[in-house]
């Protein structure tokens, strides 16, 4: 199996769990991965700090970060041949700035570039509800070849805890990316 080169974008919308769970397991798939990059807006620290009460983020050594604003990140250009972005959450700014081309940083540029390459972009959208903008901007995105993944958990797993909560999603992310991963099966034992 060819190992994945993965960048992890975090916006500021609420749902900071999502991207923690998915760093977490992103460290228990490390021989599937060659490179995970990771961009986190300002936002996207302020509210990890208000929702999981701690700046854990900066615990994940494992990972590269990159500043928002460092277009000289590798996966700011198409010849670095990230296979994979995931925005976890996603914001509705975000989004439209990506669906409408406007490369004003690291995410959107990179967004920008996986779409124009014909790479996987998978958009973990959490806000509620969507007005028609967002609706609009989600087809666009889709249209061009992205996948929108709103951050809508399942129960039928009998999750006990928010992380399991959170992780029905993740599960559901990491397998849209192409990662072999256990994780619960509807029906399957």
């Not at 972009?121 to 995105?141: E, G, Y």
Request: net charge neutral.
């Amino acid at each position: 199996m060819m190992k994945k080169k993965v960048i992890v974008a975090v916006t500021g919308a609420s749902g900071s769990i999502y991207a923690k769970v998915l760093f977490d397991q992103l460290l228990k798939l490390r021989d599937q991965i060659e490179a995970v990059g990771i961009v986190m807006s300002d936002n996207a620290k302020a509210v990890w700090q208000f929702e999981l009460g701690n700046q854990d983020y900066n615990q994940f050594t494992a990972f590269t970060f990159y500043n928002k604003n460092d277009f000289n990140a590798p996966f700011a250009s198409g010849s670095a041949k990230y296979d994979t972005m995931i925005i976890v959450p996603c914001s509705m700014g975000t989004l439209g700035r990506i669906a409408h081309g406007i490369s004003n940083d690291l995410i959107s540029r990179a967004a920008d570039v996986v779409l124009k390459e014909r790479r996987k972009l998978i958009a973990v959208v959490r806000d509620t509800p969507f007005s028609l903008i967002h609706i609009n901007n989600m087809k666009m995105i889709t249209e061009a070849g992205g996948i929108i993944c709103p951050a809508n958990p399942s129960f039928y797993s009998l999750p006990q805890t928010i992380e399991e909560v959170a992780g029905t999603v993740v599960s559901r992310v990491l397998d849209l990316a192409g990662f072999e991963q256990d994780s619960y099966r509807w029906q399957e034992k």
